[in-house]
């Protein structure tokens, strides 16, 4: 700028210089008068004074430059961009490079990752942590006819429910000791829902696994709710023992094609607690795959359980509501005198591509302790069918014979897929009269449409038609919002 300024100047002073020559010249040889002298003397003096004002002004913006200006930036900014390419990266012996590599590769250092839930592996992948939930979310309306009215004394009424509300921490430490701990809030308090300790790869046996968690009994029992096909599992769970307190063997065969388990479980409350001398339970099961192909897209589950349950005050009930927990039971057995039962059940499952089919019977043989209630004998059985409109089939977890996560072909949302859409239908019975004690029979009809958006979150409609054999009829629409990770 102040180059610009000064060049401008020396024009200026030679325009004056040029015209005060050649007016000099003018007047020597034109003997001009002396007035048109002083008029040029007068306009040098003004424009000295402009010059003079000229310099002043560039001298104050030459000073504010200095204290910070533009120029003075740009040249704090050359000096830095200078300093970064002059400067080198550490060595690779260095110490900064030493410290990096041994934390990369140690072992036990934890990547955090996403995999249906949130997860830290370690580096060798010894160590595993995993921490979920799920949280579902009930309504129900209800229809009933005079009948059942009658019975209960009481409209049904329509409700709604947090049914599940659990947190959990799961993992794996140094490869052959897992655990997990959940629960659920769902009712206003935190019951256990598995706490326990396993040992993996135990000679001889397999695995072992102390604590609280389901007995194993049953495919659709053993089927985490959140990837069951309908709301609530059929009338054949009526006798699932499901979880209590104990110590369990497991393992599998034949490269996954069968699984075993059996294990000794105190009949427990909600925390795990159990008290009284005759409160045990012997449970088993034996899983197989007569055919299993293309990762389990075509498959055939066959599967038996068997558990002995000692009574430890001589009493036992058994009672059942409609397939909705919203509804009232409508068949109930009562308190009645009973030493011990042997329950045995049968299940089969067949996946073809979209198309599913799976059913249980469960037979129970009751000791009793009077003669008025005898032995008595109650059965159930289930059987269903489900098909996914958009291509997907029902996964099965080899390790475990039972069903798995559905993950749709396209998420819904910005993927631009629909989700995964899936019809089901179900038909299932009860039936707790027998000898002396008569709680009734009970027979279902549900017909559920399912949509997975990922495999996260899932929303369930279902209807269902419960018809007791004292008369009148029940119907319940229902509706379900999920999410499990």
């Known amino acids: 700028m102040r180059s610009t300024v000064r060049t401008n100047m020396n024009r200026i002073f030679s325009t004056i210089f040029v015209a005060v020559l050649g007016c000099g010249i003018t007047t020597a040889t034109a003997q001009e008068p002396s007035a048109r002298e002083r008029e040029l003397e007068e306009l040098v003096g003004k424009l000295g004074d402009k010059v003079d004002q ?17 120029e003075a930036r740009v040249e704090q900014l050359e000096q830095s961009v200078q300093q970064i390419k002059s400067g080198r990266p550490p060595s690779e012996d260095s110490e900064e490079w030493t410290k990096i590599r041994k934390w990369v590769n140690d072992g036990s250092t934890m990547r955090p990752h996403w995999k249906d839930g949130l997860r830290f592996t370690s580096n060798d992948g010894s160590f595993k942590l995993k921490i979920g939930g799920r949280i579902q979310h009930d309504f129900a309306y209800f229809a009933e006819d005079g009948d059942i009215e009658r019975r209960l004394g009481a409209d049904v009424d329509d409700g709604t429910e947090f049914r ?25 308090d935190a019951d256990f829902k598995d706490v326990y300790l396993g040992l993996r790869n135990v000679p001889y046996v397999g695995n072992v696994r102390v604590g609280q968690f389901k007995e194993p009994f ?21 006798f699932a023992p499901g979880r209590n307190t104990g110590i369990m063997f497991y393992d599998t065969m034949m490269d996954e094609r069968m699984t075993w388990a059996a294990g000794v479980f105190r009949q427990t409350d909600s925390f795990g607690d159990g008290a009284g001398g005759r409160d045990y339970n012997v449970t088993a099961r034996l899983t197989g795959l007569p055919v ?23 009493t036992i009930r058994f009672r059942a509501r409609p397939e909705s927990h919203l509804a009232p039971r409508l068949v109930d057995t009562g308190d009645f005198s009973a030493e011990y039962g042997d329950f045995i059940g049968a299940e089969a499952a067949w996946v073809d591509g979209p198309f599913s089919l799976q059913g249980e019977y469960v037979h129970a043989f009751i000791e009793g302790r009077n003669r008025w209630d005898g032995d008595p004998n109650f059965w159930a059985a289930s059987v269903q069918a489900s098909y996914f409109l958009t291509g997907e089939h029902r996964p099965y977890k080899t390790s475990t014979g039972a069903f798995d996560r559905v993950r749709p072909l396209k998420n819904f949302g910005k993927d631009g897929g629909s989700g995964a859409w899936e019809l089901a239908a179900r038909l299932s019975y009860l039936n707790l009269n027998d000898n002396g004690v008569k709680g009734g029979r009970l027979r279902d009809l549900t017909v559920g449409l399912n949509w997975y958006l990922n495999p996260n979150v899932r929303t369930m409609w279902n209807y269902v ?4 054999s004292e008369g009148g009829s029940v119907s319940a629409f229902m509706w379900r919002f999920q999410v499990a990770f």
Request: net charge negative; no cysteine.
């Open 218 to 238: 049953s495919l659709e029992e053993l089927t985490s709710s959140n990837y069951i096909t309908f709301m609530e599992r059929s009338l054949a769970n009526t």
């Open 54 to 70: 000229l310099e002043s002004r560039l001298g104050q913006v030459e000073g504010t430059q200095s204290a910070g200006g533009t």
């Open 465 to 468: 038609l419960a018809d007791p």
């Open 292 to 314: 299993y192909e293309e990762g389990g897209k075509k498959l055939l589950h066959l599967g038996v359980s068997y558990t002995h349950q000692n009574y430890e005050n001589d």
């Open 164 to 188: 599940r509300a659990r947190l959990y921490f799961s993992g794996t430490i140094y490869d052959d000791i897992d655990f997990k701990v959940q629960y659920d809030f769902a009712g206003g």
